[in-house]
Every structure is written in structure tokens, then in C-alpha cells.
């Protein structure tokens, strides 16, 4: 029997956290306990078995559906900051004020 893997549950989350507040791969990955190569494999296996199902979750294999939930959740935590920040910046252009905090830097963006 193999080793167990390091793909648990609370370790995507810790990732995906770190992902969601705008932190890159390499912090996210080591947030999570693992190099960057691992979260690039992890995302490209997942990112394959999705592909393969027609990215319908439920039609991945249970051998890659981890992987599979795994790339989905970086992706969308991506995304989810993503979007954050162009809301930031919309709101910035309309004069309105915001306060952004990120886990790199703190911000204080006023508007008059």
C-alpha cells in the first residue's frame, strides 16, 4: 500500500483561503503544505479528468474526482478574487471609497 496522499480536504482549504485573498500560487501552495509543482499537478489532473467528463464533476472517476474538486475549487477561488478586484476598482473609479486588505499589503484608498 502507498503512502497516503497529501490531497485532504483541509489542506484545499487552507490553499484556497490563501488563493481567495489574493495570495499567488507559490504562497497558496506553501500555505497548503506542499511545492508548487505538487499544486500544478494537482491542478492539471484534475483539470484533465474534468475535461474528459465534459466538466460534469459527477462523470469524473472516483480514482480523479479529488483532483477534479481540487482544480475546480483553486480555479474558482482564482476567479473569486478576481472579480473581487475589479469590483475594487469600479468602485474606486466612481469615487466611491474602499479600504482593501490583502495578505501582503494594507491599503487605504479615499476618494474626496
Known sequence: MGRPSKLVPERIARIVEALRAGAPITVASSRGGIVESTYHEWA????AALEA????LEAVPATHRRYAEFSESVTRARHDWELGRLAQIQLS????????????????VIKD
Not at 492539471?44 to 483539470?47: D, E, F, Q, T
Not at 467528463?53 to 460534469?56: E, P, R
Not at 473609479?93 to 487605504?108: H, L, S
Open 93 to 108: 473609479g466612481q469615487g466611491r471609497p474602499f479600504k482593501e486588505t490583502t495578505t501582503r499589503t494594507e491599503q487605504r
Open 44 to 47: 492539471a489532473r484534475g483539470g
Open 53 to 56: 467528463a465534459d466538466h460534469d
